[in-house]
């Protein structure tokens, strides 16, 4: 069973940093996407970050050169560092891991979508 388990997050000023991590626990196969995506209240959950297996990212305009993601495809964790905040990046940030499931020997699929619980990030002062 496949779980993500979210640390990090909390209150900081305008203009302050904070990093959010998540950890992947069971098997998520070798080729797979993790990332971050946010909901404010009010608001529709919107992708923040994403980063591939191999590598390849994928940030939402809004967070370009504030925001970096990083992982760790050993341990398995994805971390977003979040420079230069502003009060509207106030939400609750999830986790969130994609993969492909193999299902059988001719090389049926499923896509497997996990989230987290949530942390909350407060950008206030």
């Known amino acids: 069973q496949v779980r993500l388990a979210e640390s990090g997050g909390g209150l900081v000023q305008p203009g302050g940093s904070l990093s959010v991590s998540c950890r992947a626990y069971?098997?998520?196969?070798?080729?797979?996407?993790m990332g971050w995506y946010r909901q404010a209240p009010g608001k529709e959950r919107e992708l923040v970050a994403t980063?591939?297996?191999?590598?390849?990212?994928t940030y939402a305009d809004s967070v370009k050169d504030r925001f970096t993601i990083s992982r760790d495809n050993v341990l398995k964790m994805v971390q977003l560092q979040m420079n230069s905040l502003k009060p509207e990046d106030t939400a609750v940030y999830y986790c969130n891991l994609e993969f492909l499931k193999v299902l059988n020997v001719e090389g049926a699929t499923r896509k497997m979508d996990y989230w987290g619980e949530g942390i909350l990030v407060t950008v206030s002062s």
């Open positions: 069971g098997n998520i196969g070798s080729r797979n996407t």
């Open positions: 980063m591939t297996s191999g590598g390849g990212t």
